[in-house]
């Protein structure tokens, strides 16, 4: 591919500055940087690595192999240095005098800075929690493999005023990028509209040619099961995704679980499709919408999730990351967090793609800037987590730093307004700043949370 001899990435290349009188910085070209230099689509110029084929996909994997490597890396080596414990742990330990510092705490792993790590994703778990906190239920569940439908509803009108959106990006196997959306709408779908939002049913061909096309072509599940056995969601004799679904005259609303659309039978208005000779009924129509269908042409399952009870598991669902699996014949090593990350570890050509040229996997409307959401500590007196450095420690047990708990009870103490507030309510009110609460000059209709620590989560 480098026919020229062209020199490959090191460690130690120096940053350029923009000004010539210091022409190089101290700061060096990460990977990340280096490969991105290297993929990018120029307008005018050539990319020949573009022009490789399978080989290029290869480059991709392999390339952001080296890249997340490289990140992983620079987490370990400043392990040693950056150390966690309790605060009561550690004001008793360096007490003992018998305790070196360097050698208190645990190793602090993986942390959630570390986009798609399971830190990060636990930690938009419980952030999209809170928009359920905060507005209900979510409406539409909506899963897709691709993004340009956001601009569709949130400058177009397709379901209404859209109140708040998150969305999470995963990568399956076959390596196409699949986006989980979560919709909460101004107007709540009624049970009379659902019919107008989801639809479940195979097109008149008469009617509607084009859709029913679509529907045949990407929202028939199977077929599976008995008539399939050996498709890959059969399991014993039976769909693991519950297909073929029971036949219903009338859309009903589930009390609490996904709404049971209407699938009528060929008797009663119903149409068939046949593939791979087998002719199929509605029992067997994945959920959509005709309006995205129509418009994208894809497998985009759309489901009214505002009775689902257990919207918890919807908003882990779509934070539960990309697959992977490991198994393994030795005992593993629980403490070594980026250790259990890369074992198992897949990398597709687009998931590779997607993060070297720096795309969101995550994004959420309202974003973090205009609703605010702040996390908010609980722990029990002195058990709050403190991080410390050899260097550091001493100080750290003089002035442990302050907690939003902490600040709570001390604002309570002057201030009447503080006092007749809960705690999860408080950054509705005051904003964290400098480790204070301070009072908001306008409230904002904010958005907060409770992040539990680990050690009082029971
Ligand atoms: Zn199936």
Redesign the pocket.
Known sequence: MFCYGEDGYSIDISQKNATPKFPFTDKTVSAANFYLYKIIVRKELDNHLLRYGPLFNQYLVDMYAKIETERLNFIRNHQNKLRADKYIHLKDAVGRQDVKADQLGKLVVLPSSFTGGPRFMHERAQDTLTYVLHYGSSDLFVTFTFKELIDLWTKGDLFGNVRCHIYFIEWQKRGLPRVHILLWLENRISSDMIDKFVNAEIQNPDLDPLLYEIVKANMI??P??LLNKN?P??KEGV?????PVTLIQETQRGEDGYPKYRRRSINNGGFKVSIKSIELDNRWVVPYNPVLLRTFSAHINVEITSSIKSIKYVCKYVTKGSDHAAFGLRKTDNKDEIKIYESGRYISNSEAAWKMLGFYIHDRYPSYDYYRITHLDVHLENGQRVYFTANNVAERIENPPTTTLQAFFQICQTDNFARTLLYPQVASYYVWKNKNFVRRKQCHACILEVLMTNDCSS
């Open positions: 599940h199977g599976c099961g498709s969601c059969t769909c693991s995704k519950r297909y």
